[in-house]
DNA sequence: CTACTTTGCGTACAAAGTACGTAAATAAAA
DNA sequence: TTTTATTTACGTACTTTGTACGCAAAGTAG
């Protein structure tokens, strides 16, 4: 049977990055409560249906994006988180540059847009603390785990990656410090390829490495 | 209304440690699916009941076991973690001295018993998985929380603390610079107060920092 | 008082992190 | 072709953090 299981759900916390300014994933509520009003992409998880797929079925249906790396944050589960009955939501997240998809609000969402994120208001449920949780939780991760993943593309080189980490964080990182810690941290990989058509000298491309 | 959330469960890693024997407290399941198994402690949460509330109540009725600070791991929402239906399952976790708790198995529990961790073999559901997942989230927060807060009294010897810390990572750590790093880092804080009664040189009492 | 034990401070060395100099490799300008 | 500008990439010195270990202080037991 696939029926959606009442009490279960998931949001996504997707933020959009580009020129240093964050942004935030929100679709308007095509269905009550808080009808109309501006919330993170979520809902129901079906009764056969793995956390990590409903996570993904939901942002694209949502919002047209698929094919992302979603990172598992944490639940959230206070009773009053929801008004019409007793739901928990598992938060997924996932850093992504805005430009690189359309938006296509489908079923249940009557638009889809990035906001800035310094500028949000109270928004529905428990979803201003979702969206806190995963930023921290993006900023700690950023040096363990390959949160970038969706920002960068396949082969890159490592000016690229330190760019994204100092607008990310934004502190300056000295570039060949930087250098030395993703390598020695073996969160990169250096392949035996160099950038071509660039302006001054190549670079080695790197890849991330998936731990 | 108080019906239970059929979609939602509970599990509880309780370690029980002492004298460097590390144990896990198991319940002998009085109901089906896997009865008469050794699994974790857990059951499902009430529809007006935080998850917090829940972890908490579902360890007393089971195991007799209260007042203990219990910490929140990760989710299990796999399709096939639980064979009769799609259950979720919110892990938490703790570490505590066994000889400290008297055991009382209650309603869906037979037996409650403290086993080694070592000689655990397949658990019912995705229950070893558990267990794996809850033991290294605690070696990787020994550091940074109070992970220990149950096994450690109120106030307390820095010496005591060091122990705990050697035992559970079964490893030697200089006792001179264990003191600098716990109290740089602010783990813990001194009191105004000293051991007394004890047989050396009396020590200064400390706490642990929640944060 | 002496011998012994535990506490708790201090110092020296090692490793990791940070600041910064500069040569190598290319494109564009002269 | 030579020079200049730009970006890459390696290296070195300093600073902070972490580790090994010495030893005096404060108590108990005899």
Redesign the interface.
């Known amino acids: 049977m696939n029926e959606i ?1 009442p ?2 759900s998931i949001d996504n916390a997707i933020f959009g990055f580009a020129n240093g300014e964050l942004k935030i994933l929100l679709i308007k509520r095509d269905k009550q409560p808080e009808l109309d009003r501006w919330s993170l992409p979520g809902g129901y ?1 079906y ?5 990590d797929d409903a996570s993904r079925r939901l942002l694209h249906e949502l919002t047209g994006i698929s094919n992302l790396f979603l990172s ?1 944050v ?2 959230f ?3 009053d988180r929801y008004p019409d009955r ?1 739901v ?1 939501s ?1 938060l997924y997240c996932a850093l992504v540059k805005p430009e690189q998809f359309e938006l296509l609000a489908g079923a249940h969402a009557k638009k889809v847009k990035w906001f800035e994120v310094k500028g949000i208001k109270k928004l529905p449920f428990d979803h201003n603390n979702m969206i806190d949780t995963a930023l921290s939780w993006l900023r700690d991760e950023i040096w363990r785990k390959p949160v970038l993943i969706n920002l960068l593309p396949e082969k890159f080189p490592l000016n690229q990656m330190h760019d994204l980490f100092q607008a990310f964080l934004h502190e300056t990182i000295d570039n060949r410090n930087f250098r030395k810690k993703v390598i020695s941290q073996e969160l990169v990989e250096r392949l035996n390829e160099k950038t071509t058509g660039g302006k001054q000298r190549p670079a080695y491309l790197y890849r991330l490495k998936r731990k």
């Open positions: 299981l009490n279960i998880v009764y056969n249906e793995n956390m598992r944490d639940v589960g206070d009773t007793r928990i598992v």
